[in-house]
């Protein structure tokens, strides 16, 4: 009989990670749009500092306010009380309604978190029909991007720090909840940190080995289990250490050995603040649930994403180079490239992820697939471009300027995020697949074995089929770690008796 229960069990699971029923208007699936959140940047900040000589055309005059219309619900229902950001220039104002919300320069970012983490957390641990999310962040370098998803620097050695940003208590309150279903389910959390620079992706966790992105999903980087918040301390230090920086005019670091060094990485791990940010960052908690009655595992994901800051070259005070002599740079010397170099390809790169942006929402309008480019594509817009396709909730902040000086700035973000507003989804494909656990351990491990043989057949050199050489070292080191965590897994529930 308890066998019969188990299995009924098994078949509602089965049933439900085949993804909810859409809703459906006119025949075709309803689809939601992304939240958008505004946070304004104090006045006064680093390079954000008003003197009183700079001023151009345009300026953030007002976010206090509502405008008539514009926020629209998941059922495409327009709000009348829509939170507003307005711009001035010699023609008048304009006002921006996409916002969900705006948080002024006193937020606390404990607010920010309850405003937009929480709910996402919500459908993240929904204990029977768990989903993923990706969170991301957009606006002009300086302005608190880095402090919003991660926190500041000094934040980073203390559990549960007032100035946590949310990936941190992300991190906290998932492993509480979890800790708390532990009579019926056995989980697994993992953290990965992945840096996307000059077209590329690196794992900030594993020295900098390179990883690939297919379908969406970061292939090969190194996964930290964590079993207590202290353990994202760790995950946070590793990432201050090894990711991309440098002081520049707009987001100066916060010591003389950095800004007067030529190099563009940080070294002093602990300096209060370590510049800006050269390349994008994706720290991902990854979550493995066993449900110990049906041993059927489900996976979920829930990622920031820290994008690098948009800049104009004349802010900065740099020169501009085309993007032949950015590349040329790296090839050079990758440990010294010039920021104007690393900001131009930074903006091609957030310019290639709007219109991903665009055409993810126009494919989705006609019913076309959501597919990443296959040519001139980047490992960033890829991973992100990949998510598009409604298999996620997705949320953006995009942080404001003040200043008066970075008018055009402020108002290119207030555009970049109004397309982003404009993204529609199917809400369908988030429901996580439930797998056997026993056959999930079968099926990785048929992988890492196949994929390792395969590899180390292959040339590194003098041989056609060398071109695949990195890419297969990748793909093996993948699934080697992914069999391996999925192994510990069902490891532990013999442990304990639950198999």
Same mark, same amino acid.
């Given at each position: 009989a308890s066998q019969r229960a188990s299995r009924r069990l098994a078949r509602r699971h089965m049933k439900a990670s085949a993804g909810s029923p859409q809703r459906k208007k006119n025949g075709k699936p309803l689809l939601?749009? @992304?939240p958008v959140f505004v946070r304004i940047l104090p006045a006064n900040v680093g390079g954000h500092f008003d003197d009183g000589t700079a001023h151009v055309a345009k300026r953030l005059k007002s976010w206090v306010g509502t405008c008539g219309g514009g926020d629209v619900d998941d059922g495409g229902n327009a709000s009348t009380n829509a939170p507003c950001v307005i711009l001035s220039d010699s023609h008048g104002d304009t006002k921006y309604s996409f916002p969900k919300d705006v948080f002024g320069p006193s937020i606390r970012q404990a607010a920010i978190f309850n405003d937009v983490a929480s709910p996402l957390l919500l459908k993240f641990?929904?204990?029977h029909d768990p989903q993923s999310v990706i969170l991301f962040a957009y606006g002009q370098t300086g302005t608190g991007k880095t402090h919003t998803l991660? *926190? @500041?620097e000094a934040s980073w050695d203390t559990v549960h720090h007032p100035d946590w940003g949310m990936f941190p208590r992300v991190v906290a309150d998932v492993l509480? $909840?979890?800790d708390s279903r532990q009579g019926n389910y056995s989980y697994a959390a993992h953290l990965s940190a992945t840096e996307f620079y000059f077209c590329q992706g690196f794992d900030l966790l594993d020295a900098k080995a390179q990883v690939l992105v297919t379908d969406g999903t970061i292939v090969g980087a190194k996964q930290i289990r964590v079993t207590n918040a202290s353990d994202v301390l760790h995950v946070l230090a590793e990432v201050r250490?090894?990711?991309?920086?440098?002081?520049?005019k707009m987001n100066p670091a916060s010591t003389a050995s950095v800004a *007067?060094?030529?190099s563009n990485k940080t070294n002093n791990t602990n300096a209060a603040h370590g510049g800006s940010s050269r390349s994008h960052c994706a720290l991902s908690l990854r979550l493995r649930v066993v449900d110990k009655r049906t041993l059927f595992v489900k996976? $979920?994901?829930f990622t920031c994403m820290d994008l690098a800051g948009a800049e104009r070259q004349a802010s900065n005070g740099n020169d501009h180079v085309s993007a032949m002599e950015a590349v040329m740079q790296f090839w050079r010397n990758p440990s010294n490239v010039a920021p104007c170099a690393q900001a131009t390809i930074i903006n091609y790169e957030l310019a290639c992820l709007r219109s991903a942006i665009v055409q993810a929402a126009e494919n989705h309008r006609v019913g076309r697939k959501v597919t990443a480019p296959t040519q001139l594509g980047t490992a960033a817009v890829n991973y992100m471009h990949g998510l598009f396709d409604g298999r996620c909730h997705v949320a953006n902040v995009v942080t404001l300027s003040q200043s008066k000086k970075c008018g055009w700035e402020t108002w290119f973000a207030c555009t970049y995020a109004e397309d982003v507003s404009l993204l529609r989804m199917p809400a369908g494909a988030r429901s996580a697949m439930a797998v056997s656990l026993k056959k999930l351990t079968v099926e990785l491990k048929r992988k890492a074995e196949a994929s390792q043989s395969v590899y180390e057949k292959t040339p590194?050199?003098?041989?056609?089929?060398s071109k695949y050489f990195a890419r297969r070292k990748i793909e093996a080191r993948h699934f080697a770690n992914e069999a391996k965590i999925v192994e510990e897994l069902a490891r532990g529930l013999e442990t304990t008796g639950e198999t």
């Open positions: 939601v749009a @992304p641990l929904d204990e991660m *926190g @500041p509480r $909840v979890m250490a090894t990711r991309t920086t440098a002081h520049t *007067g060094s030529s996976t $979920v994901t590194e050199k003098n041989h056609p089929s």
